[in-house]
Protein backbone atom coordinates (compact mmCIF):
# COMPACT_ATOMS: atom_id res chain seq x y z
CA UNK A 1 0.00 0.00 0.00
CA UNK A 2 1.42 3.29 -1.09
CA UNK A 3 0.83 6.18 1.50
CA UNK A 4 2.43 9.49 1.32
CA UNK A 5 2.38 12.87 2.71
CA UNK A 6 3.13 15.93 1.84
CA UNK A 7 3.64 19.91 2.96
CA UNK A 8 1.39 22.08 1.28
CA UNK A 9 2.27 25.12 1.50
CA UNK A 10 -1.55 26.48 0.78
CA UNK A 11 -3.67 25.03 -1.89
CA UNK A 12 -5.48 27.83 -2.52
CA UNK A 13 -4.55 28.48 -5.87
CA UNK A 14 -5.09 25.94 -8.40
CA UNK A 15 -1.22 26.12 -9.41
CA UNK A 16 -0.77 24.37 -5.95
CA UNK A 17 -3.56 21.85 -6.94
CA UNK A 18 -2.19 20.66 -10.22
CA UNK A 19 1.27 20.66 -8.74
CA UNK A 20 -0.58 17.87 -5.73
CA UNK A 21 -2.63 16.43 -9.18
CA UNK A 22 0.49 15.75 -10.50
CA UNK A 23 1.93 13.88 -7.78
CA UNK A 24 -0.93 11.71 -6.69
CA UNK A 25 -0.98 10.62 -10.69
CA UNK A 26 2.73 9.67 -10.85
CA UNK A 27 3.19 8.33 -7.12
CA UNK A 28 -0.75 6.57 -6.94
CA UNK A 29 -0.94 6.97 -2.66
CA UNK A 30 -3.99 4.81 -1.39
CA UNK A 31 -3.51 7.39 1.82
CA UNK A 32 -2.45 11.09 1.43
CA UNK A 33 -1.41 12.81 4.47
CA UNK A 34 -1.21 16.89 4.26
CA UNK A 35 0.21 19.28 6.09
CA UNK A 36 -0.24 23.30 5.84
CA UNK A 37 -3.18 23.40 3.93
CA UNK A 38 -4.24 26.87 4.54
CA UNK A 39 -7.84 25.76 4.04
CA UNK A 40 -10.77 25.21 5.73
CA UNK A 41 -13.24 21.82 5.60
CA UNK A 42 -15.41 23.58 3.09
CA UNK A 43 -13.02 24.55 0.47
CA UNK A 44 -10.93 21.02 1.08
CA UNK A 45 -14.24 19.00 -0.34
CA UNK A 46 -13.52 19.99 -3.71
CA UNK A 47 -9.87 19.01 -3.93
CA UNK A 48 -10.66 15.68 -2.95
CA UNK A 49 -12.81 15.31 -5.77
CA UNK A 50 -10.73 16.66 -8.13
CA UNK A 51 -7.97 14.56 -6.87
CA UNK A 52 -10.23 11.34 -7.31
CA UNK A 53 -9.94 10.13 -3.48
CA UNK A 54 -13.53 8.57 -1.72
CA UNK A 55 -12.90 9.48 1.26
CA UNK A 56 -11.78 13.05 3.43
CA UNK A 57 -10.98 14.08 7.14
CA UNK A 58 -9.88 17.77 7.13
CA UNK A 59 -8.41 20.18 10.16
CA UNK A 60 -9.30 23.50 9.14
CA UNK A 61 -6.73 25.95 8.66
CA UNK A 62 -6.93 29.02 11.39
CA UNK A 63 -6.57 31.99 10.28
CA UNK A 64 -5.02 30.95 6.99
CA UNK A 65 -2.20 28.86 8.66
CA UNK A 66 -1.70 25.08 9.28
CA UNK A 67 -4.26 22.71 7.91
CA UNK A 68 -4.49 19.28 7.87
CA UNK A 69 -6.07 17.07 5.51
CA UNK A 70 -6.49 12.92 5.50
CA UNK A 71 -7.75 11.64 1.90
CA UNK A 72 -7.92 7.96 1.04
CA UNK A 73 -9.12 5.71 -1.82
CA UNK A 74 -12.31 3.13 -1.84
CA UNK A 75 -9.47 0.01 -1.19
CA UNK A 76 -9.44 1.25 2.48
CA UNK A 77 -11.91 2.33 5.20
CA UNK A 78 -10.33 4.82 7.95
CA UNK A 79 -12.17 5.22 11.02
CA UNK A 80 -11.70 8.65 13.06
CA UNK A 81 -9.77 8.61 16.52
CA UNK A 82 -8.88 11.44 17.23
CA UNK A 83 -7.57 14.82 15.70
CA UNK A 84 -6.17 18.16 16.10
CA UNK A 85 -4.44 20.99 14.28
CA UNK A 86 -1.12 18.94 14.76
CA UNK A 87 -2.44 15.12 13.90
CA UNK A 88 -5.17 12.90 12.83
CA UNK A 89 -5.23 10.06 13.93
CA UNK A 90 -7.13 6.67 12.39
CA UNK A 91 -7.52 3.12 12.37
CA UNK A 92 -7.24 1.69 8.88
CA UNK A 93 -8.81 -1.69 7.67
CA UNK A 94 -8.78 -3.10 4.27
CA UNK A 95 -10.30 -6.49 2.70
CA UNK A 96 -6.27 -8.55 3.30
CA UNK A 97 -4.15 -7.15 5.90
CA UNK A 98 -4.55 -6.77 9.38
CA UNK A 99 -5.96 -3.58 11.10
CA UNK A 100 -3.70 -1.13 11.78
CA UNK A 101 -3.13 2.57 12.92
CA UNK A 102 -2.08 5.61 11.19
CA UNK A 103 -0.96 9.17 12.63
CA UNK A 104 -0.04 12.05 10.83
CA UNK A 105 1.46 14.51 12.51
CA UNK A 106 2.52 18.15 11.80
CA UNK A 107 5.10 18.89 14.69
CA UNK A 108 5.31 22.46 16.35
CA UNK A 109 7.77 24.71 14.67
CA UNK A 110 8.47 27.01 17.99
CA UNK A 111 11.17 25.32 20.10
CA UNK A 112 9.40 25.97 23.42
CA UNK A 113 6.25 24.25 22.31
CA UNK A 114 8.05 21.06 20.73
CA UNK A 115 7.81 19.13 23.79
CA UNK A 116 3.64 19.23 23.17
CA UNK A 117 4.70 17.21 20.29
CA UNK A 118 6.48 14.75 22.28
CA UNK A 119 3.70 14.81 24.86
CA UNK A 120 1.24 13.99 21.80
CA UNK A 121 3.42 10.80 20.47
CA UNK A 122 3.82 9.31 23.88
CA UNK A 123 -0.12 9.89 24.75
CA UNK A 124 -0.83 8.24 21.68
CA UNK A 125 1.57 5.63 22.24
CA UNK A 126 0.23 4.70 25.39
CA UNK A 127 -3.52 4.14 23.42
CA UNK A 128 -2.30 1.93 21.07
CA UNK A 129 -3.75 -1.31 20.62
CA UNK A 130 -2.83 -1.96 16.73
CA UNK A 131 0.62 -1.85 14.87
CA UNK A 132 1.19 2.03 13.97
CA UNK A 133 2.46 4.19 11.54
CA UNK A 134 3.63 7.61 12.35
CA UNK A 135 4.46 10.20 9.54
CA UNK A 136 4.42 13.44 8.81
CA UNK A 137 6.76 16.71 9.58
CA UNK A 138 8.03 16.73 13.21
CA UNK A 139 9.62 19.95 12.56
CA UNK A 140 13.03 18.07 14.15
CA UNK A 141 15.59 16.23 12.82
CA UNK A 142 17.77 13.35 14.50
CA UNK A 143 20.80 14.27 13.43
CA UNK A 144 22.92 17.27 12.28
CA UNK A 145 23.93 15.84 8.82
CA UNK A 146 19.65 15.26 8.13
CA UNK A 147 19.83 19.70 7.90
CA UNK A 148 21.46 21.50 4.84
CA UNK A 149 22.39 24.97 5.97
CA UNK A 150 22.58 27.20 8.26
CA UNK A 151 23.48 27.19 11.76
CA UNK A 152 24.05 23.54 13.29
CA UNK A 153 20.61 22.24 15.48
CA UNK A 154 21.46 22.29 19.37
CA UNK A 155 22.01 18.44 20.17
CA UNK A 156 18.78 18.60 23.42
CA UNK A 157 15.95 18.83 20.92
CA UNK A 158 17.36 16.07 18.66
CA UNK A 159 18.08 13.97 21.73
CA UNK A 160 14.12 14.94 23.01
CA UNK A 161 12.82 13.75 19.50
CA UNK A 162 15.12 10.34 19.80
CA UNK A 163 14.24 9.54 23.26
CA UNK A 164 10.52 10.34 22.25
CA UNK A 165 10.81 7.33 19.16
CA UNK A 166 12.43 5.36 21.52
CA UNK A 167 9.77 5.70 24.12
CA UNK A 168 7.15 5.10 21.69
CA UNK A 169 8.96 2.08 20.01
CA UNK A 170 9.38 3.92 16.54
CA UNK A 171 12.25 2.97 13.76
CA UNK A 172 12.97 5.41 11.06
CA UNK A 173 11.98 3.38 8.06
CA UNK A 174 14.46 5.27 5.98
CA UNK A 175 13.93 7.12 2.17
CA UNK A 176 14.69 6.60 -1.62
CA UNK A 177 15.86 9.51 -3.29
CA UNK A 178 17.57 12.41 -2.48
CA UNK A 179 18.06 13.21 1.50
CA UNK A 180 16.74 16.38 1.17
CA UNK A 181 13.17 16.45 1.16
CA UNK A 182 13.05 19.98 -0.79
CA UNK A 183 14.33 18.30 -3.66
CA UNK A 184 12.56 14.89 -4.16
CA UNK A 185 8.59 16.12 -4.09
CA UNK A 186 8.14 14.22 -0.86
CA UNK A 187 8.55 14.66 2.74
CA UNK A 188 10.56 11.23 4.06
CA UNK A 189 9.97 11.40 7.74
CA UNK A 190 7.90 8.33 8.76
CA UNK A 191 8.27 5.84 11.59
CA UNK A 192 6.58 2.04 11.92
CA UNK A 193 6.53 0.62 15.32
CA UNK A 194 8.95 -1.66 16.12
CA UNK A 195 7.85 -5.00 16.60
CA UNK A 196 9.64 -6.51 19.47
CA UNK A 197 8.67 -10.33 20.23
Given at each position: M?IR?WI??GL???CAV ?6 V?K????I??LME?K ?14 F???L????ND ?7 L ?8 T ?11 VH????PN????G?Y???V???K??T?RL ?5 ARA?L ?10 V????E ?9 A??IE ?7 C??V????SGY??TW?N?W??A????R??R
Amino acid sequence: MIIRSWICRGLGNHCAVEVLSELVRKKAPIILFLMETKLTDREMKPIKMELGFYGLLSVSCNDYRGGLALLWKEEVTVDTQTYSPNHIDVNVHTQTSPNWRLIGTYGHSVEERKIETWRLMRHQHARASLPWVCLGDFNEVLASDEKNGGNRRPMAPMIEFRNTLLHCGLVDIGFSGYRFTWRNGWPRAAFVERKIR
